[in-house]
């Protein structure tokens, strides 16, 4: 029978920059204002292959990679924390009055994005089984500046979760739960 005490709702907080015993690492990123929410989502890619004599159904489906997505929108204008996961992003600060400062967003190809271990948790809650563990994250940085009457500006935070290859088990995507749980 169901329990529906394992029913969760509520806001979510985002923290890119974990360790591997959960704890957060000295220049991690907090985004804890969402609008929308967060999801995370997982995407599977099969090979199917068919045989001549079932046409174009296949016979059987084998697994050839699993990917994972976060997203979601933040009030946090805050472009220190993305000048942090962002390659095209730089601080300019003025050479003369260094209260002057700016930031600017190239759009040429070819920076790869930093990838680090993220958590998605439960805003007000301790408890590390409500936690999803993403192993390797980077973050794809894309603006959504609209000047509207009743709305306010938003970063949109679109990250991905890679198979990390150094992790154990070799491919870990994401852990629900405590990640110091051991074998």
Excluded: C, H
Excluded at 5 to 32: K, L, Q, S
Excluded at 84 to 112: C, H, M
Excluded at 118 to 138: C, H, L, M, N, T
């Amino acid at each position: 029978m169901s329990d529906v005490n394992n029913i969760y709702a509520g806001p979510g907080i985002f923290i890119w920059g974990i360790e591997a015993d959960g704890t957060e690492e000295t220049d991690a990123i907090t985004i804890d204002l969402t609008q929308g929410g967060i999801t995370f989502t997982t995407t599977t890619t099969y090979f199917e292959p068919a045989t001549d004599q079932t046409g174009t159904a296949p016979v059987k489906s084998i697994s050839t990679g699993t990917t994972g997505a976060i997203n979601f929108e933040t009030p946090d204008m805050d472009f220190e924390k993305v000048i942090l996961y962002n390659p095209n992003a730089d601080k300019i600060v003025d050479g003369t009055t260094p209260t002057k400062v700016k930031y600017q967003v190239t759009g040429l190809a070819g920076k790869e994005l930093p990838r680090k271990r993220a958590v998605i948790k439960p805003q007000g809650v301790d408890d590390p089984k409500r936690f999803i563990y993403i192993e390797s994250v980077g973050i794809k940085f894309d603006m959504n500046a609209a000047f509207v009457l009743d709305n306010n500006l938003r970063l949109t935070v679109s990250a991905m979760a890679y198979p990390a290859l150094d992790a154990t088990p070799k491919g870990l995507l994401y852990t629900w739960g405590d990640i110091t749980a051991t074998a």
